[in-house]
Structure formats: C-alpha cells, structure tokens
C-alpha cells in the first residue's frame, strides 16, 4: 500500500522543506495505528492511546519484570522519504525518554529489523523533536546491530516506544509527524 494522501514516490520535497505525515487529523492519512505491549513476550507493561481530532495521547504503565515497554505503531505503507533528512515530532511528554521507530523491508537473520532512537520529553510543555535519519540505529528485538543502515526510500512503518528501562506511569501527547529538510 502507498501511503495515503502521498504519491507513489513521496522523494520530492515541499517547498517549506517539510511535509506532514499525519497531523491526526481527517486531512492528513489514517495511518492505522494499534498497540502492543510488552505481553507479547510474557511482560506486564500496559499502555493505550486515544485519537482525537488533532492528537494522540499515549499513556500506560511500564513494568520492567519482563520486557518494559509499550508502544503504538501503524500499520504497514510504502514511503519514500530519501529527499529528506529526519522525521520532525511534535510532542508533549512526561519527563520520560521515549523511542522513535521506523521499519523497512530489511532483514537479518530471516527476519525484519527495526531503527530505533531516543529522545527526552519536557515535563508538561509541548517541543518540537528533529530526529536526523543518521540517528537511527538498527535493531532486532531490542539488540542493537551493526547494520544494515536505514534506507528512507523503503519506510513501511513507524512507531512510537515508551522502553527507558523504568517502572511507572507514563504519558505523551503526539500532534504531528513530519519530514524535514535542513
């Protein structure tokens, strides 16, 4: 699938040298995004969102007996994003550190890899995030890899990790993902 609201080769960058992935609203795509928690593995982290015209509010408890963390993704698309140089979040967090993850079509060891990279939130005040593409770092099931380097032009998902190896509540609001250019 391409993702919406896109052509099939998203490369060309707008004008301001930013372009909105999803701002949570009925203008931009419903990326499909759900959760999952750390119960896949056994763990006891609980976490959920709600959309709202505008916004996410992700919020949850992580338990680090077992694996610790909660996260929202989307759904699978098709994205190219080789003409920019990062994704750009709009967040209003908790204190916490939270992940940025994409994904692309990359494989090790017969099976699909992530990119990860942290980032801290301003308790109760809204920041902008510039994460560089180059700040991504590859990993399989938490284990960091040596390689492959993310490729922008295969994005086909991305998520949202609360996983700072901390027991307690946790909160974060998300009104817009985008790409930026320097």
Do not use: C, H
């Amino acid at each position: 699938m391409t993702y919406p609201g896109t052509s099939s080769d998203a490369s060309t960058a707008s004008t301001s040298g930013v372009e909105t992935l999803t701002d949570f609203t009925a203008a931009t795509a419903n990326l499909g995004w759900y959760v999952q928690n750390d119960s896949v593995m056994g763990g006891l982290s609980q976490g959920s969102f709600m959309q709202d015209d505008g916004m996410v509010l992700f919020t949850g408890v992580t338990n680090t007996n077992g694996g610790g963390f909660s996260s929202i993704r989307t759904e699978p698309f098709e994205l190219n994003l080789s003409n920019y140089d990062g994704i750009r979040l709009q967040v209003n967090g908790d204190g916490r550190r939270f992940s940025w993850q994409l994904q692309t079509n990359a494989i090790w060891r017969g099976n699909r890899i992530s990119y990860w990279t942290d980032f801290e939130t301003t308790t109760d005040e809204w920041i902008t995030v510039d994460i560089s593409f180059s700040q991504f770092k590859p990993r399989f099931r938490g284990m960091r890899l040596d390689g492959p380097e993310l490729n922008r032009a295969q994005l086909i998902s991305m998520g949202l990790y609360i996983y700072d190896k901390q027991d307690g509540p946790f909160k974060i609001q998300l009104s817009n993902v985008s790409a930026y250019s320097e």
